[in-house]
């Protein structure tokens, strides 16, 4: 069961399940898989509609969503993150649906600033680890709304 | 947020109480890193139950393990006795919340003939194995491709990160406090410095040494979570009356219960973020058993982390969803309190992590009345699994 793809912890995104996540943030959209059928969204994405058995596309939403949760992370539990702590991890509930929660990451704001449920938008932005020499992903990241950089 | 009725189900249990009882335990020492594989902390603890019932290893006739780990098989079990024997098995026992329901396959394989003494084993060694991520819990998590692919990358890994988020989504909704995690923690080693075999045994914490450890992720700092540890435990079910012929007073499983979340397996999308399957887990094992919360003289709830605890304690019903921090500081649950004694072995938190197997063991101890933290007058004892998207409830009385 060990890890040994090289890019790890960066995403992989020539797993066919995810790689619509990435391709949209590349192109600026938090992109989710919604039910061509049924219109339902998606989250985890999965090979068919979990309601209706109807193809999935990844389909872009407003990059909206309010702060659900979130951790200041203080211990590097893998060496990728040892430049980066403290950082703070997220998980925001996306405006189209909010029992959808995306797993990202809080940038540009002081981790004090941050007030449960406040609106966040999403902000595409290149992740890169130090033990994963010259690769990067774009991901969506997110921020206040508030917060004008 | 209205998370619904449906957020989750009870598995169907039939009715098995009063029908089988533990009658034996066993355990290994419990320590950090051993250098011992799991498949031999299993034989240690299957030798050590099955002399504790005055059985020999030809007698056991049935065996549960855990399927996700499967280190003490039937294989496993023959090799070390030299037996040869049928056996009945099943992958669905040994830990976790799988610790809290293997009596009820035993109970069923007893009642239709397949065996007369079911030991149930469940060992690890992810303290010997956590280098280098060779093993353990970070390594079981990171290896699913949608956590590696979206939760990893973002730092929500590994687990004191997600029971971070737990916890700072409990004090959003409830207002609960750090003290109130800090009480669950320092009880817990209170209830370890009671206990020679605890891992955490000698080393004092009180609430001033919890605030002053650090941060893992904030809100969780480090005794809100668990030690990674090498141990195991296991434990034999026999009918009630086959009980009543060994050497041990049986302690009789007078309930049972499951209850499986329908959000998956990820706690990123748990819709009731701040709730356990206990909320359909414990109600049918408490009815099953004709008792109540209150009637419970001792707990032990699987404890990964301080906020798992709590969110256990208000599933199943002791107090209110939602006022298990304040429950936490002013019922104690200090073994010698006057409160409601939890985890008075330590628990996964300052026993020994190993899965809650050793949760169930201790329970068997309170009811003989041989317990190191034993609670005085102890007639009920309840133990609540939990696994994420799983929960289990197990109600043991013991028949004097």
């Known amino acids: 069961m060990a890890i040994t793809r090289a890019d790890f912890p960066l995403p992989d995104v020539s797993d066919d399940l995810v790689a619509g996540y990435f391709f949209g943030a590349a192109a600026g959209e938090v992109r989710i898989p919604r039910c061509s059928a049924c219109d339902r969204w998606c989250w985890y994405p999965e090979a068919a509609c979990p309601g209706c058995g109807g193809e999935l596309v990844w389909t872009a939403t407003t990059g909206r969503a309010t702060l659900f949760s979130w951790a200041v992370v203080w211990r590097a539990f893998l060496p990728a993150f040892a430049d980066i702590v403290p950082f703070v991890t997220a998980l925001v509930a996306l405006e189209e649906e909010p029992s959808i929660r995306l797993v990202t990451m809080i940038i540009d704001v002081s981790s004090e600033s941050l007030v449960a449920d406040m609106p966040v938008e999403a902000v595409f932005r290149p992740l890169r680890f130090p033990t994963v020499p010259d690769r990067e992903v774009i991901v969506p990241m997110f921020r206040p709304i508030e917060a004008v950089s | ?400």
């Open chain 2, 1 to 400: 947020m209205d998370d619904g009725p449906e957020w989750g189900h009870a598995t169907e249990f039939g009715d098995i109480a009063g029908q089988v009882a533990i009658v034996g335990i066993g355990e290994t020492a419990y320590t950090r890193a051993s250098g011992r594989s799991a498949r031999e902390i299993g034989a240690e603890a299957a030798e050590r139950a099955i002399t504790d019932c005055g059985l020999a290893p030809g007698d056991i006739d049935g065996l549960t393990y855990s399927a996700a780990f499967a280190d003490f098989d039937v294989a496993a079990f023959h090799d070390h006795f030299g037996t040869s024997h049928e056996m009945w098995s099943s992958p669905w026992g040994g830990g976790m919340s799988w610790a809290g329901t293997a009596p009820y396959l035993a109970a069923k394989a007893i009642e239709r003939g397949d065996a007369r003494h079911v030991l149930n084993v469940f060992p690890v060694a992810w303290a010997s194995q956590r280098g280098g991520m060779t093993g353990g819990p970070g390594e079981v998590h990171a290896s699913q491709s949608l956590k590696q692919n979206l939760e990893v990358p973002f730092g929500w890994f590994p687990q004191p990160v997600y029971f971070a988020t737990i916890m700072r989504r409990h004090m959003i909704e409830f207002g609960t406090k750090p003290e109130h995690f800090g009480a669950v923690a320092v009880a817990a080693r209170w209830n370890a410095n009671r206990n020679p075999d605890a891992v955490m045994h000698g080393k004092k914490m009180d609430l001033d040494d919890y605030a002053a450890a650090p941060m893992l992720a904030e809100p969780l700092r480090l005794f809100d979570s668990c030690l990674i540890s090498d141990g195991g435990a296991a434990y034999v079910t026999a009918s009630l009356d086959r009980a009543r012929d060994l050497p041990h007073p049986p302690v009789v499983v007078q309930g049972v219960g499951e209850g499986i979340s329908g959000s998956g397996q990820h706690w990123s999308q748990q819709r009731p973020f701040t709730s356990t399957p206990q909320v359909f887990s414990a109600p049918l094992a408490f009815t099953m058993a004709g008792l109540t919360p209150r009637d419970v003289d001792v707990l032990a709830v699987y404890d990964p982390f301080t906020v798992v605890t709590i969110m256990q304690i208000e599933d199943m019903g002791f107090c209110r969803k939602g006022e298990g921090g304040p429950f936490v500081e002013e019922v104690s649950l200090w073994w010698n309190g006057e409160g409601l004694p939890c985890n008075t072995h330590g628990g996964l938190l300052s026993h020994a992590y190993v899965l809650g197997i050793a949760h169930v063991v201790e329970l068997v101890k309170q009811l003989r009345e041989t317990a190191s933290a034993q609670v005085y007058d102890c007639e009920v004892g309840v133990y609540g699994g939990y696994t994420g998207m799983h929960a289990s409830t197990l109600v043991l009385t013991v028949d004097r």
